[in-house]
Protein backbone atom coordinates (compact mmCIF):
# COMPACT_ATOMS: atom_id res chain seq x y z
CA UNK A 1 0.00 0.00 0.00
CA UNK A 2 1.21 3.60 -0.49
CA UNK A 3 1.92 5.35 2.39
CA UNK A 4 1.50 8.99 0.31
CA UNK A 5 -1.13 11.09 1.51
CA UNK A 6 -3.61 12.15 -0.83
CA UNK A 7 -3.78 16.39 -1.48
CA UNK A 8 -6.83 18.25 -0.25
CA UNK A 9 -9.65 18.61 -2.77
CA UNK A 10 -9.85 21.96 -4.39
CA UNK A 11 -12.71 21.80 -6.26
CA UNK A 12 -15.79 19.48 -6.39
CA UNK A 13 -18.68 18.96 -8.36
CA UNK A 14 -21.28 16.85 -7.44
CA UNK A 15 -24.02 15.58 -9.49
CA UNK A 16 -23.27 18.72 -11.88
CA UNK A 17 -26.35 19.09 -14.82
CA UNK A 18 -26.39 20.99 -17.78
CA UNK A 19 -29.31 20.19 -20.46
CA UNK A 20 -29.70 22.32 -23.63
CA UNK A 21 -33.40 20.95 -24.69
CA UNK A 22 -33.36 17.44 -23.89
CA UNK A 23 -29.94 17.04 -24.20
CA UNK A 24 -27.29 16.81 -21.20
CA UNK A 25 -24.11 18.03 -22.22
CA UNK A 26 -23.27 17.12 -18.30
CA UNK A 27 -24.71 14.60 -17.08
CA UNK A 28 -24.84 14.82 -13.32
CA UNK A 29 -20.66 15.01 -13.17
CA UNK A 30 -18.82 14.27 -10.24
CA UNK A 31 -15.31 15.91 -10.64
CA UNK A 32 -12.49 16.83 -8.51
CA UNK A 33 -9.39 18.37 -8.52
CA UNK A 34 -6.87 18.48 -5.93
CA UNK A 35 -4.52 20.94 -4.29
CA UNK A 36 -1.47 21.31 -6.66
CA UNK A 37 -1.78 19.10 -9.19
CA UNK A 38 -1.92 19.54 -13.26
CA UNK A 39 -5.15 17.46 -14.67
CA UNK A 40 -5.91 16.61 -18.33
CA UNK A 41 -9.64 16.46 -19.51
CA UNK A 42 -9.70 14.89 -22.36
CA UNK A 43 -12.62 13.26 -24.69
CA UNK A 44 -14.05 13.35 -28.40
CA UNK A 45 -15.64 16.58 -29.70
CA UNK A 46 -18.99 17.35 -28.00
CA UNK A 47 -18.36 15.26 -24.82
CA UNK A 48 -19.20 17.79 -22.17
CA UNK A 49 -15.50 19.47 -21.72
CA UNK A 50 -15.94 23.33 -22.54
CA UNK A 51 -19.47 23.30 -21.23
CA UNK A 52 -18.13 21.48 -17.68
CA UNK A 53 -16.01 24.36 -17.45
CA UNK A 54 -18.40 27.11 -18.30
CA UNK A 55 -20.14 25.58 -15.49
CA UNK A 56 -17.62 25.95 -12.89
CA UNK A 57 -16.17 29.35 -13.87
CA UNK A 58 -19.83 30.39 -14.09
CA UNK A 59 -20.21 31.06 -17.80
CA UNK A 60 -23.24 28.58 -17.52
CA UNK A 61 -25.59 27.82 -14.75
CA UNK A 62 -25.77 24.54 -13.97
CA UNK A 63 -29.50 22.70 -14.07
CA UNK A 64 -28.60 20.53 -10.92
CA UNK A 65 -25.85 19.57 -9.00
CA UNK A 66 -23.30 21.53 -6.70
CA UNK A 67 -19.61 22.90 -7.07
CA UNK A 68 -17.80 23.54 -4.11
CA UNK A 69 -14.66 25.11 -4.34
CA UNK A 70 -12.39 25.13 -1.34
CA UNK A 71 -15.18 23.82 1.03
CA UNK A 72 -17.31 26.80 -0.08
CA UNK A 73 -20.82 26.20 -2.37
CA UNK A 74 -20.04 28.32 -5.25
CA UNK A 75 -22.64 27.38 -7.64
CA UNK A 76 -24.95 30.62 -7.54
CA UNK A 77 -21.83 33.01 -7.47
CA UNK A 78 -21.52 34.76 -10.52
CA UNK A 79 -18.29 35.21 -12.53
CA UNK A 80 -16.71 37.84 -10.78
CA UNK A 81 -17.15 36.61 -7.52
CA UNK A 82 -15.45 32.68 -8.37
CA UNK A 83 -12.68 35.00 -10.20
CA UNK A 84 -11.98 36.58 -6.44
CA UNK A 85 -12.39 32.87 -5.08
CA UNK A 86 -10.17 32.02 -7.18
CA UNK A 87 -11.20 30.43 -10.41
CA UNK A 88 -10.08 31.41 -13.96
CA UNK A 89 -10.24 29.80 -17.45
CA UNK A 90 -8.28 30.65 -21.02
CA UNK A 91 -10.99 30.06 -23.90
CA UNK A 92 -11.19 27.06 -26.64
CA UNK A 93 -11.29 30.72 -29.29
CA UNK A 94 -9.57 33.49 -27.72
CA UNK A 95 -10.86 36.36 -25.99
CA UNK A 96 -8.75 39.29 -26.48
CA UNK A 97 -8.83 42.83 -27.32
CA UNK A 98 -7.48 42.73 -30.87
CA UNK A 99 -6.90 46.23 -31.14
CA UNK A 100 -4.95 46.90 -27.71
CA UNK A 101 -1.60 45.64 -27.39
CA UNK A 102 -0.60 42.20 -25.38
CA UNK A 103 0.77 44.89 -22.21
CA UNK A 104 -2.42 46.56 -22.18
CA UNK A 105 -4.55 43.25 -22.57
CA UNK A 106 -2.91 41.26 -19.57
CA UNK A 107 -3.11 45.39 -17.79
CA UNK A 108 -6.98 45.02 -18.37
CA UNK A 109 -7.27 41.87 -16.68
CA UNK A 110 -5.37 43.21 -13.53
CA UNK A 111 -7.78 46.66 -13.52
CA UNK A 112 -10.82 44.15 -13.11
CA UNK A 113 -9.25 42.31 -10.87
CA UNK A 114 -8.90 44.97 -8.57
CA UNK A 115 -12.24 46.28 -9.45
CA UNK A 116 -11.14 48.89 -11.27
CA UNK A 117 -13.29 48.23 -14.95
CA UNK A 118 -12.67 50.91 -18.31
CA UNK A 119 -9.46 51.94 -16.03
CA UNK A 120 -7.47 51.59 -19.49
CA UNK A 121 -9.23 54.78 -20.42
CA UNK A 122 -8.57 57.01 -17.58
CA UNK A 123 -4.66 56.11 -16.44
CA UNK A 124 -2.83 57.87 -13.93
CA UNK A 125 0.77 57.67 -12.25
CA UNK A 126 -1.05 55.57 -9.59
CA UNK A 127 -0.99 52.70 -11.56
CA UNK A 128 2.22 51.70 -12.53
CA UNK A 129 2.32 49.10 -10.69
CA UNK A 130 -0.63 47.77 -12.82
CA UNK A 131 1.98 47.73 -15.90
CA UNK A 132 4.96 46.53 -13.71
CA UNK A 133 3.03 43.72 -13.02
CA UNK A 134 1.57 42.97 -16.50
CA UNK A 135 4.98 43.14 -18.03
CA UNK A 136 6.32 40.75 -15.50
CA UNK A 137 3.47 38.49 -16.59
CA UNK A 138 4.34 38.70 -19.87
CA UNK A 139 7.77 38.01 -18.45
CA UNK A 140 6.90 34.92 -17.46
CA UNK A 141 4.95 33.85 -20.19
CA UNK A 142 8.03 34.41 -22.28
CA UNK A 143 6.16 37.22 -24.32
CA UNK A 144 8.27 40.17 -23.03
CA UNK A 145 9.37 41.01 -26.56
CA UNK A 146 5.95 40.92 -27.77
CA UNK A 147 4.87 43.05 -25.21
CA UNK A 148 3.94 46.37 -27.53
CA UNK A 149 2.58 44.47 -30.78
CA UNK A 150 -1.84 44.47 -31.38
CA UNK A 151 -3.26 41.35 -29.95
CA UNK A 152 -4.44 40.98 -33.53
CA UNK A 153 -1.16 40.69 -34.81
CA UNK A 154 0.16 37.84 -33.33
CA UNK A 155 0.81 34.71 -34.31
CA UNK A 156 -2.09 31.91 -33.57
CA UNK A 157 0.10 30.01 -30.78
CA UNK A 158 1.21 33.88 -28.89
CA UNK A 159 -2.41 34.37 -29.00
CA UNK A 160 -3.31 31.31 -27.42
CA UNK A 161 -0.35 32.08 -25.03
CA UNK A 162 -1.68 35.33 -23.97
CA UNK A 163 -4.82 34.38 -23.72
CA UNK A 164 -3.50 32.03 -20.20
CA UNK A 165 -1.52 34.78 -19.37
CA UNK A 166 -4.48 37.26 -18.76
CA UNK A 167 -6.17 34.14 -16.49
CA UNK A 168 -3.59 34.38 -14.93
CA UNK A 169 -2.73 37.31 -14.34
CA UNK A 170 -6.65 37.50 -12.58
CA UNK A 171 -4.30 35.47 -9.61
CA UNK A 172 -6.16 32.15 -9.44
CA UNK A 173 -5.68 29.25 -7.40
CA UNK A 174 -7.48 27.29 -9.70
CA UNK A 175 -6.57 27.67 -13.62
CA UNK A 176 -9.01 26.10 -16.31
CA UNK A 177 -7.22 25.97 -19.96
CA UNK A 178 -9.86 25.47 -22.93
CA UNK A 179 -7.19 23.77 -25.53
CA UNK A 180 -4.28 26.04 -25.37
CA UNK A 181 -2.74 24.23 -28.41
CA UNK A 182 -5.57 24.35 -30.49
CA UNK A 183 -4.86 25.35 -34.06
CA UNK A 184 -1.09 25.73 -33.22
CA UNK A 185 1.17 23.24 -35.23
CA UNK A 186 2.54 19.88 -33.58
CA UNK A 187 6.11 22.26 -33.24
CA UNK A 188 4.73 25.01 -31.66
CA UNK A 189 2.65 22.67 -28.85
CA UNK A 190 5.84 21.76 -27.18
CA UNK A 191 7.20 25.40 -26.39
CA UNK A 192 3.08 26.18 -25.26
CA UNK A 193 2.80 23.62 -22.88
CA UNK A 194 6.67 23.87 -21.52
CA UNK A 195 5.51 27.51 -20.59
CA UNK A 196 2.41 26.95 -18.72
CA UNK A 197 3.91 23.66 -17.11
CA UNK A 198 6.53 25.76 -16.07
CA UNK A 199 4.41 28.27 -14.81
CA UNK A 200 1.75 26.75 -13.12
CA UNK A 201 4.19 24.62 -11.11
CA UNK A 202 6.56 27.17 -10.32
CA UNK A 203 3.43 29.03 -8.66
CA UNK A 204 1.83 26.21 -7.23
CA UNK A 205 -1.62 26.76 -9.61
CA UNK A 206 -3.63 23.80 -9.57
CA UNK A 207 -4.58 23.49 -13.37
CA UNK A 208 -7.67 21.63 -15.56
CA UNK A 209 -6.24 21.22 -18.73
CA UNK A 210 -8.44 20.48 -22.14
CA UNK A 211 -6.46 18.95 -24.48
CA UNK A 212 -6.78 16.78 -27.55
CA UNK A 213 -3.34 15.77 -28.46
CA UNK A 214 -2.89 12.76 -26.45
CA UNK A 215 1.02 13.32 -26.89
CA UNK A 216 0.80 16.53 -24.89
CA UNK A 217 -1.62 14.93 -22.41
CA UNK A 218 0.62 12.09 -21.51
CA UNK A 219 3.86 14.45 -21.04
CA UNK A 220 1.75 16.98 -19.00
CA UNK A 221 -0.64 15.80 -16.60
CA UNK A 222 -0.17 14.42 -13.28
CA UNK A 223 -4.05 12.76 -13.98
CA UNK A 224 -6.40 12.59 -16.58
CA UNK A 225 -10.40 12.32 -16.39
CA UNK A 226 -11.89 11.27 -19.71
CA UNK A 227 -14.85 12.70 -20.53
CA UNK A 228 -17.77 10.84 -22.97
CA UNK A 229 -21.18 11.61 -23.66
CA UNK A 230 -21.58 14.22 -20.56
CA UNK A 231 -20.04 11.85 -18.26
CA UNK A 232 -16.58 10.79 -16.62
CA UNK A 233 -15.80 7.09 -18.35
CA UNK A 234 -12.49 7.38 -16.59
CA UNK A 235 -10.23 9.05 -14.37
CA UNK A 236 -6.24 8.00 -13.68
CA UNK A 237 -2.93 8.56 -13.62
CA UNK A 238 -1.41 8.63 -17.32
CA UNK A 239 0.03 5.15 -17.35
CA UNK A 240 -3.37 4.29 -15.87
CA UNK A 241 -5.18 5.85 -18.59
CA UNK A 242 -3.13 4.70 -21.61
CA UNK A 243 -3.97 1.35 -20.45
CA UNK A 244 -7.85 2.46 -20.06
CA UNK A 245 -9.69 -0.43 -21.87
CA UNK A 246 -12.69 1.84 -22.00
CA UNK A 247 -10.55 4.70 -23.05
CA UNK A 248 -9.05 2.89 -25.59
CA UNK A 249 -11.71 1.99 -27.77
CA UNK A 250 -13.73 4.59 -26.91
CA UNK A 251 -11.56 7.90 -27.15
CA UNK A 252 -8.11 6.54 -28.60
CA UNK A 253 -9.74 4.08 -30.91
CA UNK A 254 -9.46 -0.07 -31.10
CA UNK A 255 -6.39 -1.50 -32.05
CA UNK A 256 -6.90 -1.94 -35.66
CA UNK A 257 -7.76 1.86 -35.98
CA UNK A 258 -5.06 3.37 -33.95
CA UNK A 259 -3.17 2.40 -36.99
N1 LIG B 1 -25.18 26.64 -25.97
C1 LIG B 1 -25.45 25.41 -26.43
N2 LIG B 1 -26.66 25.10 -26.93
C2 LIG B 1 -26.95 23.85 -27.37
N3 LIG B 1 -26.08 22.84 -27.35
C3 LIG B 1 -24.85 23.08 -26.85
C4 LIG B 1 -24.48 24.37 -26.37
N4 LIG B 1 -23.19 24.30 -25.93
C5 LIG B 1 -22.79 23.05 -26.14
N5 LIG B 1 -23.79 22.30 -26.69
C6 LIG B 1 -23.71 20.88 -27.04
O1 LIG B 1 -23.27 20.18 -25.88
C7 LIG B 1 -22.36 19.15 -26.25
C8 LIG B 1 -21.07 19.35 -25.49
O2 LIG B 1 -20.40 20.50 -26.02
P1 LIG B 1 -19.00 20.98 -25.46
O3 LIG B 1 -18.68 22.24 -26.18
O4 LIG B 1 -19.04 20.99 -24.01
O5 LIG B 1 -18.07 19.79 -25.96
P2 LIG B 1 -16.49 19.64 -25.87
O6 LIG B 1 -16.22 18.37 -25.16
O7 LIG B 1 -15.88 20.87 -25.36
O8 LIG B 1 -16.13 19.42 -27.41
P3 LIG B 1 -14.89 19.97 -28.29
O9 LIG B 1 -13.77 19.00 -28.05
O10 LIG B 1 -15.39 19.90 -29.71
O11 LIG B 1 -14.57 21.36 -27.87
C9 LIG B 1 -22.21 19.23 -27.77
O12 LIG B 1 -23.09 18.27 -28.35
C10 LIG B 1 -22.66 20.63 -28.10
O13 LIG B 1 -23.21 20.70 -29.39
MG1 LIG C 1 -14.64 22.31 -26.12
Redesign the pocket.
Known amino acids: MSASVPSPVLLETRKLL?Q??E?R??DHVDFRVQEGEVLALI????????????LISGL?RADAGQIIFRGADVTAQTVHQRIAAGIARSF?LVNLFDQLSALDNVALAIFSRQGKTRKLFSLADADRPVWDEAMAVLHLFRMESKARLSAGGLAQGERKLLDVAIAYALKPRLLFL??PTSGVSTREKAPIMDTISSVVRSERISAAI?E?DMDVVFSYADRIVA?HQ?TILADGTPDEIRRNERVLTTLIGTPETRG
Open positions: KFGFAVGSNGAGKTTLVNLQDEIHMG
